[in-house]
């Protein structure tokens, strides 16, 4: 697996000490510019407790390998001010669980915008975990709240290498949740009895199926229901159920997909853990940005819309559209592009998707969708033959593949694997370029 090499670099260690947290920030990009250590915020946040278990939570994800557990290097979490709310993100190294804490009641000063990765440290994680109470936390997202620096002012850096699946992992897992509902929503006491009695072998795929105000569980496909694959994979969720006020489902509401999304409300904050179809499947391989990506106007379109963001709460696709002059269909493939290069989420609650620009090299990006660039070779060098009746021949190393272009079948053993659940094959993808080019060529 080919990786990327990401260099943080801190002023100083963050640190928590006397009922004030300091977030140390390593570069970011900022309303006001390019940042080498961006300060957002510095202020209240409403509960102490809740915001330290959460923060723990998803830098808990950051450190996990879920599939196939080995040691490894921690990744920082990043976080996105959007002015009225804190956005902390991190991605399993497996690839195959993310996690989001929205703290959505500040009181204090936003400084600026923008997103940075923050430093989260062996001592900080252990002074995380002793928070108790429920009073305000001072918190501060910059370099000048740090309570307590090194000695000798030194610098703190880490190199993390990001494998190409964890990178890939950020723009599928958006596009699959645009896709979600919400299946059931659970009260505090119905939550927490429902994630308590969750199977513990951390392997165990069940069915979460509502029933009346509350799920119950399935051991196999349940109408309505939304499956869990290896529920050891939501174990983050279970610190902090002390402070659950409610739970909810997301997943799909035709049962083709296996992923879904769980979401804790907590007092003035929630937390979202977007799981894929299986332990062994990260997001990275599902394939759903491809159909999007494929599309010519893509690149030029992302460029356009990515000017437009501004760090909102939330991105408005009828907004974008009026300002931008481009269709709908066209703005939402925009989004899947500036996905894959980091700069676009989608918050399940808010069914909106939200800006953020997380430290990718752009030329690297481009390298992160084998199956597209497979197909694109394909195009270019005339091995598509289109034929009547919206189908095509595809030559290839393995022989022949007849494809019906717009049901996406095709005669490859990928296509017979997966049916299309993992997005197209590189066939139907080549063979869908050839026919925008035909159609493009007659007009």
Not at 109 to 118: A, P, W, Y
Not at 119 to 133: H, I, M
Not at 152 to 162: F, I, Q, R, S, T
Request: hydrophobic share 40%; proline share 6%.
């Amino acid at each position: 697996m080919t990786s990327a090499v990401q260099a943080y670099s801190y002023a100083g260690p963050s640190v928590l000490a006397d009922g004030k947290l300091g977030l140390s920030t390593s570069g970011g990009t900022a309303l006001s510019g390019p940042q080498t250590h961006p300060r957002f915020f510095s202020g209240l946040v409403s509960q102490a407790a809740p915001a330290a278990a959460g923060l723990l939570a998803v830098a808990d994800v950051a450190l996990a390998r879920y599939h196939q557990p080995r040691p490894g290097w921690t990744r920082d979490p990043v976080v996105t001010c959007d002015g009225g709310r804190l956005r902390f993100e991190s991605f399993s190294a497996c690839g195959g669980v993310y996690a989001r804490l929205d703290v959505l009641e500040l009181d204090g000063d936003v400084l600026d915008r923008g997103t940075t990765n923050v430093d989260v440290n062996g001592p900080l994680r252990e002074a995380l975990a002793r928070v108790g109470g429920r009073d305000p936390l001072h918190l501060g997202v910059g370099p000048d709240e740090l309570t307590v620096t090194t000695l000798d002012g030194a610098v703190v850096e880490k190199k993390v290498p990001l494998p190409t699946r964890w990178l890939r992992g950020f723009a599928e897992v958006q596009v699959m949740a645009s896709g979600w509902d919400l299946r059931a929503e659970l009260a505090g006491p119905q939550a927490v009895r429902f994630l308590r009695s969750l199977p513990r072998g951390a392997r165990s795929t069940v069915w979460a199926v509502p029933a009346g105000r509350d799920l119950r569980l399935s051991s196999g496909a349940a109408r309505g229901g939304v499956c869990l694959a290896g529920t050891g994979r939501v174990a983050t969720l279970m610190p902090l159920l002390r402070f659950a006020k409610a739970l909810r489902v997301y997943g799909r509401a035709d049962g083709s997909s296996t992923a879904g999304a769980w979401e804790l409300e907590l007092p003035g904050m929630r937390y979202t853990l977007a799981v894929s179809p299986q332990p062994s499947r990260g997001f990275s391989g599902e394939g759903q940005v491809l159909e999007d990506l494929a599309t010519d106007e893509a690149a030029g379109d992302a460029d356009v819309v990515g000017m437009l963001l501004n760090f909102e709460p939330t991105v408005e696709l009828g907004l974008l559209a009026d300002r931008s002059g481009l269709p709908i269909e066209r703005v939402r493939a925009a989004l899947t592009q500036l996905g894959t290069a980091g700069r676009v989420g989608y918050d399940l609650h808010e069914a909106a998707h939200f800006h953020r620009e997380l430290p990718y090299d752009k030329d690297q990006v481009a390298q992160l969708n084998p199956r597209l660039t497979a197909a694109r070779a394909l195009a270019d060098s005339g091995a598509v033959r289109l034929l009547s009746g919206d189908e095509a021949e595809v030559t290839t190393d393995g022989g022949v593949r007849r494809v019906r272009v717009a049901e996406g079948e095709c005669t490859c053993p990928w296509w017979f694997d997966h049916r299309g659940s993992r997005g197209p094959c590189k066939h139907v993808l080549a063979a869908r370029i050839a026919a925008r080019v035909a159609v493009e060529a007659t007009l």
